[in-house]
């Protein structure tokens, strides 16, 4: 009696590690479920502008339409600046608006955010807020969005390629600050992404942006 007990117990090892496999199976592809959200959409153009020390440049890296039928958790937005020495850039969301490159973005947003923990949906765009302290060229990478989506989280790269802006040292009282946009009929880095474009424009367009919203 005994030894068909043992036998018994035996017989169900199998069984036990089919039950085992099928659960390992399920978590792994729970985990890959969540760990893939939706991706988020890129171009290859690039902007390039142009700054004063110490005044604050806002530049639209990505933007979406009212098509975006998604709304994001925004949990972290890594900014590849070169080079960082003297340079602050920070991600804000641009809530309902859209900011090409200037340096007063007032009217143009319906709120202006901190990125980290912000939700991101139709008609938002995210804006670097980028001041040097010293003349130079900075070039920021493309941004790289850590998001959650649902019950789904992850990371993805996001927007345009790059930017490359380009910061004088200013000089009392020839800084133009008016928002006039005369002459301004370049593309601007708020319209459509559409790959291998450039942005280029004068500076004193900058201090408005008179593009239409994305």
């Known amino acids: 009696m005994p030894q ?19 659960i390992a199976l399920a978590i792994g592809w729970a985990v890959w479920y969540v760990r893939t959200p939706g991706g988020l959409s890129t171009s290859d153009r690039t902007v390039e502008d142009s700054g004063v020390v110490g005044q604050t ?3 639209k890296m990505y933007g979406v339409g009212d098509d ?7 949990t972290d937005v890594s900014i590849d600046v070169s080079p960082s020495d003297g340079v602050e850039a920070k991600a804000m ?14 009217g143009q947003c319906k709120k202006l955010e901190d990125a980290e923990d912000a ?4 008609n938002d765009s995210i804006v670097l807020a980028v001041t040097a302290s010293q003349a130079g060229t900075v070039e920021i990478g493309q ?7 649902g019950i ?5 790269r996001a927007g345009i390629a790059g930017a490359e802006l380009t910061f ?16 301004d009929t370049g593309e601007r880095p708020g319209q459509d992404d559409k790959p291998g474009k450039t942005d280029k424009h004068k500076p004193k367009d900058r201090k408005k942006d008179s593009g239409p919203n994305a």
């Open 119 to 122: 939700e991101f949906s139709d």
């Open 57 to 59: 440049l806002y530049i």
């Open 143 to 149: 941004l790289d969005v850590s998001f959650r989506d």
């Open 168 to 183: 004088a040292e200013s000089t009392p009282g020839t800084v133009d600050d008016s928002s006039s946009t005369d002459g």
């Open 93 to 106: 969301v641009c809530v309902d608006g859209s900011i090409s490159v200037t340096t007063d973005p007032t």
């Open 4 to 22: 068909r007990a043992k036998r018994a117990q035996r017989s169900r090892l199998p069984w036990i590690l089919t039950v085992l496999a099928i």
């Open 152 to 156: 789904k989280w992850g990371s993805d």
């Open 68 to 74: 975006f039928d998604r709304t994001l958790r925004l």
